[in-house]
């Protein structure tokens, strides 16, 4: 018993039911009408029956337990008839196999055509689905490049956003400690230092060098002020030319841009304004100038980021589509596959059963006539011999007795 693979063929009963079936045994009768054999002449019961009765069907001893072979064996008075009802049995089943494996094959033919006709119409569907979301969708020339100059973009935002954070808390830290000390009623050389301190903390190290440089410029312009001062008084040409240059010096240390619009200080000179007055609104024009590069920087962060996540929604989408097309492609292919082999089984014939040994006669299962004699009159011999040594043996008993 052959099967060419089909999982829906394993269902089918075993060979041994099959064969000692009534579909079975009633086809084959039909067909080769054993009805006319001699052997059924005198029978009463149903043909169907009888034959079921007589016939056995042994399966060949297997170490795994699965057997393709059988072995038929038919008891009746007439070998001959009963080689016919063997072959009719055989045949009735080999072609019950064959249209069984037929029709099998068609139905499992019939379902795959159908689903495979079926993911072709969504597949197709897929497909165009999958052109329109191309056609509209902002993903041409999508490259790894693009990705990563997108997130460069994204962090070098961030990394200003973070740097003016730290610009803002610093300055107003300097004018909440400028308001603060002049509240308190710090003097105007304190809180010049403590501009001169926020200058060199906040300049370059260019301009910190250049501080320093001025710095150590004015000193010996005010120990010479002093030393001039003690010899010709306030009022001598010279003191007059070094309180201009300390003059000059400081307008450059603390106020550079007025130091070089020509107004050097001198007699004729309009009045400096407050240096300390000048630094707050120095440092308030920095402050707003930083919260409108945040502002603007926030946006550009805001833009970025949405359209990061946009164009993040339709790489999945795209992802999405793709995927679904390659499990609806692979099923194809897999139906596809799957119909070939079952045509090829289809056409192969399906299951191929022979008889391996042809029926033979065995000896009759009753004993002869001769053996029945001879085992009768050794019996007899027993019992006579039996019975004549057990009278022998009473009668010797009672004439003892008499005696």
């Not at 990394?159 to 954070?165: F, I, V």
């Not at 309180?243 to 001198?266: D, S, V």
């Not at 926030?298 to 996540?309: F, K, P, V």
């Not at 609806?328 to 070939?340: D, F």
């Amino acid at each position: 018993w052959d099967t060419r693979g089909l999982s829906t063929e394993m269902q089918i009963s075993p060979p041994q039911d099959l064969l000692r079936s009534t579909l079975i045994i009633d086809r084959a009768v039909q067909s080769k009408k054993l009805a006319s054999l001699s052997i059924f002449a005198e029978e009463e019961e149903e043909l169907t029956e009888v034959i079921k009765k007589a016939l056995s069907v042994v399966p060949a001893k297997n170490p795994s337990g699965q057997s393709y072979v059988f072995k038929l064996n038919y008891r009746g008075r007439a070998p001959e008839d009963c080689k016919v009802i063997l072959d009719a049995v055989l045949e009735s089943y080999r072609e019950y196999m064959t249209k069984k494996h037929q029709t099998v094959s068609e139905d499992t033919v019939e379902l795959i055509v159908r689903d495979k006709r079926a993911i072709e119409k969504e597949l197709a569907a897929k497909e165009a689905e999958y052109r329109a979301f191309r056609e509209n969708a902002p993903l041409f020339g999508k490259t790894k490049d693009v990705i990563e100059l997108r997130h460069e973009r994204l962090a070098g935002i961030q990394t200003k956003l973070s740097t003016l954070l730290m610009q803002r808390v610093e300055i107003e830290a300097q004018l909440t400690a400028i308001k603060n000390a002049r509240k308190e009623g710090r003097s105007q050389e304190a809180i010049m230092m403590m501009l001169s301190e926020f200058a060199r903390k906040t300049e370059t190290e260019a301009g910190r060098d250049k501080n320093v440089s001025m710095q150590e410029g004015l000193f010996p312009l005010l120990m010479e002020e002093r030393k001039l001062l003690e010899t010709h008084g306030p009022k001598h040409p010279e003191v007059l030319a070094v309180q201009k240059r300390i003059e000059i010096a400081r307008r450059l240390l603390l106020l550079p841009a007025a130091a070089w619009n020509g107004n050097t200080g001198g007699a004729s000179d309009t009045k400096m304004p407050d240096p300390v007055e000048l630094n707050v609104q120095l440092l308030e024009q920095k402050l707003s100038h930083i919260k409108i590069s945040e502002e603007l920087l926030n946006r550009s962060l805001q833009t970025e980021q949405d359209e990061a996540r946009r164009l993040g929604m339709f790489e999945i989408q795209n992802d999405s589509f793709r995927t679904t097309l390659a499990m609806h492609q692979a099923l194809y292919e897999s139906l596809t596959k799957r119909l070939n082999e079952v045509s090829l089984v289809r056409n192969a014939g399906g299951y191929e059963i022979e008889t391996i040994e042809p029926p033979s006669t065995l000896k009759r299962p009753m004993p002869t006539l001769l053996l029945a004699l001879a085992l009768g009159g050794l019996i007899g011999l027993l019992v006579g011999v039996g019975l004549a040594y057990w009278a022998d043996r009473r009668h010797g008993s009672t004439a003892g007795v008499m005696a």
